[in-house]
């Protein structure tokens, strides 16, 4: 099966950048659609951003003109770039994937931005 491993998180200050990598343990050509979600703490999990296999992508309104996803297949590796980042961007971020299968999810990565 497929894995999926986040890195990238980290301590950042309010107004700085992090980038957040997804790697994948096989190909990721033939998933239908990757992204990510986050969840701080007590509150519900929320959807971030998603990119799909023809490289269409959406984004949550809470995020959109700061965050870029993005993908390199010949790497198996989707990112998720974060810029302007507010200290309500505080939480876990999760990776997923989706083929025909099965659906895959990261371990998940912190990040924390301070004010």
């Known amino acids: 099966q497929v894995q999926l491993v986040e890195s990238g998180g980290g301590l950042v200050q309010a107004g700085g950048s992090l980038r957040l990598s997804c790697a994948a343990s096989g190909s990721i050509f033939s998933m239908n659609a990757m992204g990510w979600y986050r969840q701080a703490p007590g509150k519900e999990r929320e959807w971030v951003a998603r990119i799909t296999s023809g490289g269409s992508t959406n984004y949550a309104d809470s995020v959109k003109g700061r965050f870029t996803i993005s993908r390199d297949n010949a790497k198996n590796t989707m990112y998720l770039q974060m810029n302007s980042l507010k200290p309500e961007d505080t939480a876990v971020y999760s990776c997923?994937?989706?083929?025909?299968?099965?659906?895959?999810w990261g371990q998940g990565t912190q990040v924390t931005v301070s004010s």
């Open positions: 997923y994937a989706h083929d025909y299968e099965d659906d895959y």
